[in-house]
């Protein structure tokens, strides 16, 4: 049942209709209930429930890849299984049995592989997703949730490709509150974002940064992305404070930074200052892997990096992580998981 509608050479960042999601769910008598692989499709929801009245609600974002050994990989599976219980743990929902998130991902991505690009043409990008049913009119956590899995084929998520981003760092708006729900895939995190996004696209910037709210000297990260600058070969990134996700990419950066390129890694707060003075800045995400920050404007000051992308430092960590991700070289760290 190949999408006929699917534009395979030319694919973004969009939901396409796929065969099947995996579905589960929670009640107070019968805790999980797995009910499996169902079609694709529209989902029943009370209007009453605390997804849609509280936004009680998290989600993952995960790839699956075509490999050169010609087998389909996950990448760091059990990490998003962490993430997605810890921000179960801080929305109330209740937390999945050990290794159902794991197995979900492998069976749904098996069930769709029809929908998994070509190797040069994108991934498969799998959205665990995990919400209160309610009914609840009070704020208050729901006694009942849904656990489900879609999947879609992805090219590059922003839509310039590896286009240099023009940003910009905003003093109007914050994305989380320092004591938050910020290191949370929390879906009311992503709300907030969307009217200071709509500003900044309609002024012609790519991506917004956002600064800590507690002290708006550093920064915090991007939309969906965090954030490092290069500066004589020390890379630095803002530390897991409470405020930014904890992104799988992120970490990957680190650890291919230190291990494969020897440079120095700090997670530190990062300043305004720092960041406008970086030889490179770039942005990590599961979507994107490594987006280079063309430009940065502050308060109307614009910082241009200049390098060239062939010549930077933030090619060959992005390079190196996609050839993991990819299979085109040995694997040191564990992280790719082939489909059982
Ligand atoms: C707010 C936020 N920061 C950072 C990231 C990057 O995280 P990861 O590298 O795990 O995709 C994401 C993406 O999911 C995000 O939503």
Not at 62 to 78: D, G, I, N, P, W
Not at 129 to 157: C, H, N, Q, R
Request: aromatic share 10%; hydrophobic share 35%; net charge neutral.
């Amino acid at each position: 049942m190949k999408n006929k509608k699917i534009d395979w050479d030319n694919l973004g960042f969009n939901a396409h209709e796929t065969k099947s999601m995996y579905r589960a769910n929670y009640t107070p008598e019968n805790k999980w209930q797995i009910e499996g692989l169902v079609p694709y499709g529209n989902i029943s929801l009370s209007p009453a429930s605390t997804v849609l009245n509280y936004g009680q609600g998290i989600f993952e974002g995960t790839k699956a890849y075509q490999t050169s050994k010609e087998r389909v990989v996950c990448f760091r599976l059990k990490d998003n299984a962490k993430r997605f219980r810890a921000s179960s743990e801080r929305m109330c929902i209740a937390p999945l049995p050990e290794g159902l998130f794991e197995k979900a991902v492998q069976e749904v991505v098996k069930d769709n592989l029809e929908f998994l690009p070509k190797k040069d043409q994108g991934s498969l990008y799998v959205r665990p997703i995990a919400y209160g049913e309610g009914p609840m009119l009070g704020v208050k956590a729901s006694d009942y949730f849904t656990f489900l899995i879609y999947v879609t084929p992805v090219g590059s998520y922003f839509n310039s490709g590896l286009k240099r981003l023009n940003t910009i760092i905003t003093d109007k708006y914050h994305r989380v509150a320092t004591k938050s729900v910020g290191s949370a895939k929390a879906v009311g995190n992503y709300a907030g974002t969307l009217l200071p996004y709509k500003e900044i696209t309609d002024q012609g910037y790519d991506e917004i940064i956002f600064l800590n709210s507690s002290n708006e000297n550093i920064i915090d990260e991007a939309r969906s992305a965090n954030i490092f600058v290069l500066k004589d070969n020390v890379l630095k990134t803002p530390p897991l404070h409470g405020s930014i996700l904890p992104g799988i990419t992120r970490d990957s950066v680190i650890k291919v930074a230190k291990n494969i390129f020897n440079l120095k890694v700090y997670e530190d707060d990062v300043t305004v200052e720092e960041l406008m003075a970086g030889d490179e800045v770039f942005f990590t995400g599961t979507a994107a892997v490594i987006a280079p920050a063309g430009s940065i404007n502050y308060k109307n000051k614009i910082t241009e990096f200049d390098i060239d992308f062939n010549d930077s430092m933030t090619k060959l960590i992005r390079e190196k992580i996609i050839d993991i991700q990819h299979e085109n070289i040995e694997d040191p760290f564990g992280w790719v998981i082939p489909l059982s």
